[in-house]
C-alpha cells in the first residue's frame, strides 16, 4: 500500500506531488482536511449554508456532486461511530496516520473544535477501519469554480 498523507477529500498530491515532497524531505500541510467543513459531519444539505457562502456554487457543494460527496462523510461517520469519535476526529486520525511528514491544520474559529481536532491524535484506527478509509473515492466535483479557478496561480 502506498502511503498519503492528502485529506479524505482530495486525494490528487498522492501520485506525484508527495512523492517529490518526501524524496526532498519536505513535509505537506494537507488544505482544508476536513472538507470545507463536510467531513464534520454538519453539514447535510446545501440549505445550511448562509446565502453569501461561497460553498453554494462550489462544485463539490452543488448537484449531484454533493449528494455522491455525501456518501464520504456517511461513511466518516460510521466509523467514527465505531471508535467514539467525531467525524472531523476520524478523518485526522486516518490523516495522521499517512505519514509523519504531515501536519493538518485545519482551519476553525472555535476553542471547543481546537480541542476536538487535536484530539484526533489518540484515536485508534483499526486495519479495516483504514482500510475502508483508504477506499474512499475522492470528492466529486472540481474543487473551485470557473470563477476561482481561473484566479489560481495568476
Known sequence: MTRSS??????DVE?????LL?????GFVPYSPLGHGLLTGQI???????????????????????????AIVDEVKAIGAE??????????AWLLTRGNDTAPIPGTRRVTR?????AAHSI?????????????RPAAGEC???????SIDR
Request: proline share 6%; aromatic share 6%; glycine share 4%.
Open 22 to 26: 518526501r524524496e526532498l524531505g519536505i
Open 114 to 118: 481546537v480541542e476536538e481536532n487535536t
Open 144 to 150: 473551485h469554480d470557473e470563477t476561482n479557478t481561473a
Open 44 to 70: 447535510r444539505s446545501v440549505e445550511d449554508f448562509p446565502d453569501d457562502d461561497w460553498r453554494k456554487t462550489n462544485p463539490r457543494f452543488t448537484g449531484e456532486n454533493f449528494h455522491r460527496n455525501l
Open 83 to 92: 471508535v467514539g469519535a467525531t467525524p472531523a476526529q476520524t478523518a485526522l
Open 15 to 19: 501520485e506525484m506531488i508527495l512523492p
Open 6 to 11: 492528502t485529506p479524505l477529500w482530495t486525494r
Open 124 to 136: 485508534e484506527l483499526t486495519t479495516d477501519q483504514l482500510n475502508r478509509l483508504n477506499r474512499l
